[in-house]
């Protein structure tokens, strides 16, 4: 079956960097587009970053444009969001998300993706 398997969370200052990875396996990785979404208590899961199953596309929340950069490496089934700039408002747990197709097309509802990770916390402090 499908597993996602997200992992580099931690607790950072603000203005510092992160990198998440997201292995996954059960899956022809290139065929599926893979997105990050975070939820922070209290608040509904919320889109962050998407790429196509070939990479050549890349698709980022206005609030993390400019300071986030999500890339895969289909040879290793694993998908990074690299994170820069981190600011407080960032805290949340972090998921990791494959769609079944390869392309994003405006996929930006969590309700677009079929399969998901157990989340990583991320934690900013001012």
């Known amino acids: 079956q499908v597993q996602l398997v997200e992992s580099g969370g931690g607790l950072v200052q603000a203005g510092g960097s992160l990198r998440l990875s997201c292995a996954a396996s059960g899956l022809t990785f290139s065929s599926y587009a893979m997105g990050w979404f975070r939820q922070a208590p209290g608040k509904e899961r919320e889109f962050v970053a998407a790429?196509?199953?070939?990479?050549?596309?890349?698709y980022y929340a206005d609030s993390v444009k400019g300071r986030f950069t999500i890339s895969r490496d289909n040879a290793k089934n694993t998908v990074y969001p690299q994170m820069n700039s981190l600011k407080p408002e960032d805290t949340a747990v972090y998921y990791c998300?494959?769609?079944?197709?390869?392309?994003?097309?405006?996929?930006?509802?969590?309700?677009?993706?079929?399969?998901w990770g157990q989340g990583t916390q991320v934690t900013v402090s001012s």
């Open positions: 998300a494959a769609r079944k197709s390869p392309y994003v097309r405006g996929s930006y509802s969590p309700y677009e993706y079929d399969y």
């Open positions: 790429i196509t199953g070939a990479g050549g596309n890349r």
